[in-house]
C-alpha cells in the first residue's frame, strides 16, 4: 500500500453543492414539522406544490436551453429554492399560488440569468415578491394556529381547501384566518392605537416556537458547515440595533426588538435565505456588511413601509448591493501589505 | 446622398431596425405607457404623427440650418409639433389626455425622433422623409401596441378596455374581458412586468431572425449542392 506524501498546503476536498444542499434540506425538517404542527396541513402542500413545480420548471429549461440534466437537477439547489419559497407562504394558499411562486423564481430568477451560480436574486425570494405585489388577497390567507384554527382541518378538508377552495360544512374562512403578528401591530398603528399596552402579541406565541424550530436547523448547519455566522449575526444585530433605535425614539408606534426578531420572518430569512451561497457576499467583512444590511433595511420597510414583512425586499436589495460590497470588502493578497486586489493591478 | 428604395426603408423600420425592439429608443414612453392597448395606441399615434410631421418639416427646411445650430432647431422643430398634438388631444381627447398625462409633453424627449429628424430627415427629400416618419413611426407604435395588449390581457384579463376614451361614445363595449377576474396577475401592469414583455418581445424578434437565417443558409447550402451533384452524376 502507498502512502504519498503530500507538501503543504493540505488542501480539503470542497464540499459539493449536493452535500451542502443536503445539510440545509435536513436543517428544513424541524422548522417544518413545527409549522405544519401549528399551522397546519396546507404548509405541507405548499412545500409539495412548491418543490414539485420548481423542479420541473428547473427540468423544462435545461431542456430549452440544452444543458445537461444531470448535475442540475441532482444537485438538489432547486428543492431547496421550492421548500424556502413554501415555507414564505399562508398556510390557507390555494393550490395555485405555490406552483406560480415556483416557476417563476426558477424560470426568471434563476434559469434565465444562467442557472445555479449565475443568479444575481435569490431565486426563492424573487417568487415571494412577485406573489406578493401580484396576489395580495392570495398572500394575506394566513390561518390561525389556535383552537379551531386552520390546524384542526383535517387532512382531507385541507386538501379540500387547497385544491378546490371548498370548507368543510359549517365552516367560514374567517374562522380560521388571523392576522400575523407584524399584520397585527400595522392595523393598531394604522388605525393610530398605541401598541405599548395593547398586546400586538395577541395570539402570535406560536410564531415564537416556528422561529425557535428554524434557529435549531440554523444551528445544525452552523454545526455541518453549510453556513457561516458572520450573515445571520450581522443580519440579526442589524435588525435589534435598529428596532431597538425606533422603540428608544416612540416605544408607541415602534414595535420592541424582540418583536421584529421573532414576529415575523428575521430568524428563518437570517439562517436560510440570506446565507444562499450565490446571492450572497462572499468575502467574512462583506458578509457582516451583507447581514447587517438586510437587517437594517427590514426593520425600516417593516416600520415605514407598505407591506407588513420587509425581510424578502431587504434581502433582494442587498442582493443587488452584493458585487460593491464584495469590490470594496476583499481580503489583502497574501504576502501585500495593505488592501489590494484588482483595483490597484496594472496601474 | 441618393434615396434608399421605400421596400427597404419600410422593412428597416418595422422589422430589422426596427426602434423599439432593434435600437431600443423611446424606453420611457415605451415601457410606462404600454399597460393597456388603448393607452399604447394614444401614444403610439401621437408619436407617429410627431415622427411624420418633424421628418417632414426638418426635411423641407434642411438646406437653409446651418450644420452648427441644426440641432436647437430640430428641437424646436418637434416641441412644437408636440405642443400642437398635446393641445389637440387635450381639446378632442381630454380623458385619454388625463391618462397619458406626463407623457405626451414627453415625446419631445424621445430619441426616435430626433435620431430620424438628424440621421435621416436632414439629408433626404421630403417625400421619403414621410415615408421613413412613417414607418419608424409604425414600427416603434407596434410594439407599444402589442406589449400594452400582452400587459392588459395578462394583468387585466381584457383587452382594448376604455376604447372610448380614443373612439368616442361608439366604442363603449369595444372592451371584451378575456380572462376571469381571478385569473390575472397583477406583475405585468408594474414596471417589471413592462421590462419583463418587452424582453420577451426582442427574444421572440431575434428567434424569428435567427431561424430565418439558418433556413437561408440550409437553402444556399442547398443550392450550392445541386450542381454539384449534376456534375458528378
Not at chain 1, 133 to 141: G, I, Q
Not at chain 1, 241 to 262: K, N, Q, S
Not at chain 1, 315 to 320: A, P
Not at chain 1, 334 to 345: A, I, N, P, V
Request: glycine share 10%.
Amino acid at each position: 500500500m502507498k502512502f504519498p506524501v503530500q507538501t503543504s498546503p493540505h488542501v480539503e476536498a470542497p464540499s459539493s453543492v449536493a452535500d451542502v444542499m443536503t445539510v440545509v434540506l435536513w436543517a428544513l425538517v424541524p422548522g417544518t414539522v413545527a409549522a405544519v404542527w401549528l399551522l397546519g396541513w396546507g404548509v405541507l402542500f405548499n412545500v409539495a406544490l412548491a418543490v414539485g413545480a420548481a423542479w420541473l420548471a428547473e427540468a423544462l429549461m435545461l431542456w430549452l436551453r440544452a444543458r445537461p440534466f444531470k448535475p442540475a437537477l441532482t444537485d438538489r439547489s432547486v428543492l431547496i429554492t421550492g421548500w424556502i419559497l413554501a415555507l414564505c407562504l399562508p398556510n390557507l394558499a390555494p393550490w395555485w399560488l405555490p406552483v406560480v411562486g415556483a416557476v417563476f423564481a426558477v424560470v426568471v430568477a434563476k434559469q434565465l440569468y444562467g442557472g445555479i451560480g449565475y443568479n444575481l436574486f435569490n431565486p426563492a425570494m424573487v417568487g415571494y415578491v412577485v406573489l406578493l405585489v401580484s396576489f395580495p388577497e392570495a398572500m394575506t390567507r394566513w390561518g390561525a394556529p389556535v383552537e379551531g384554527g386552520a390546524a384542526s382541518l383535517a387532512l382531507a378538508e385541507a386538501a379540500q381547501w387547497t385544491f378546490l377552495g371548498v370548507l368543510p360544512g359549517a365552516t367560514a374562512f374567517d374562522a380560521l384566518s388571523q392576522a400575523t403578528p407584524l399584520d397585527q401591530w400595522r392595523m393598531v398603528v394604522t388605525q393610530g392605537g398605541d401598541i405599548t399596552g395593547a398586546s400586538i402579541w395577541q395570539g402570535g406565541a406560536w410564531s415564537v416556537w416556528l422561529n425557535l424550530a428554524f434557529l435549531a436547523g440554523g444551528a445544525w448547519m452552523l454545526y455541518r458547515g453549510a453556513i457561516r455566522w458572520h450573515i445571520p449575526v450581522a443580519m440579526i444585530a442589524g435588525v435589534l440595533l435598529t428596532a431597538g433605535l425606533l422603540w428608544g425614539i416612540d416605544p408607541e408606534r415602534f414595535a420592541d426588538p424582540l418583536f421584529h426578531l421573532v414576529g415575523g420572518g428575521v430568524i428563518f430569512g437570517a439562517l436560510f435565505v440570506a446565507t444562499d451561497p450565490v446571492t450572497a457576499s462572499t468575502t467574512p467583512r462583506g458578509r457582516l456588511v451583507f447581514g447587517f444590511g438586510i437587517g437594517v433595511l427590514a426593520v425600516l420597510i417593516r416600520s415605514f413601509g407598505n407591506y407588513p414583512d420587509g425581510v424578502a425586499f431587504a434581502i433582494l436589495l442587498m442582493n443587488l448591493a452584493v458585487p460593491l460590497i464584495d469590490y470594496y470588502t476583499q481580503p489583502p493578497v497574501f504576502g501585500r501589505k495593505g488592501r489590494s486586489g484588482t483595483r490597484t493591478e496594472g496601474r | 446622398m441618393s434615396n434608399p428604395r421605400l421596400s427597404e426603408l419600410a422593412l428597416d423600420g418595422l422589422w430589422k431596425n426596427n426602434p423599439a425592439l432593434v435600437q431600443v429608443l423611446g424606453l420611457c414612453p415605451l415601457l410606462a405607457i404600454s399597460n393597456t392597448t388603448i393607452n399604447a395606441l394614444g401614444l403610439a399615434i401621437a408619436t407617429l404623427v410627431t415622427l411624420l410631421v418633424s421628418n417632414g418639416v426638418v426635411s423641407l427646411i434642411r438646406d437653409w440650418v446651418r450644420a452648427e445650430v441644426r440641432l436647437p432647431v430640430y428641437v424646436m422643430v418637434i416641441a412644437s409639433v408636440v405642443t400642437i398634438i398635446e393641445l389637440t388631444m387635450n381639446a378632442h381627447f381630454h380623458e385619454l389626455y388625463n391618462t397619458l398625462g406626463i407623457f405626451i409633453p414627453l415625446i419631445v424627449t424621445n430619441c426616435i425622433i430626433i435620431a430620424r429628424a438628424e440621421g435621416f430627415a436632414s439629408r433626404h427629400g421630403v417625400g421619403v422623409s414621410l415615408f421613413d416618419g412613417f414607418v419608424m413611426g409604425m414600427g416603434f407604435g407596434l410594439v407599444l401596441v402589442v406589449l400594452g395588449a400582452m400587459r392588459e390581457l395578462i394583468g387585466f384579463g381584457t383587452l382594448l378596455d376604455g376604447a372610448d376614451q380614443l373612439f368616442g361614445p361608439v366604442a363603449v363595449d369595444w372592451g371584451v374581458r378575456v380572462l376571469p377576474e381571478q385569473m390575472t396577475f397583477l406583475l405585468a401592469l408594474m414596471p417589471p412586468g413592462a421590462f419583463i414583455g418587452l424582453a420577451l418581445l426582442v427574444a421572440f424578434k431575434q428567434a424569428v431572425d435567427q431561424r430565418s437565417a439558418r433556413r437561408a443558409r440550409a437553402a444556399k447550402a442547398a443550392r450550392s449542392a445541386e450542381p454539384a451533384a449534376e456534375a458528378a452524376g
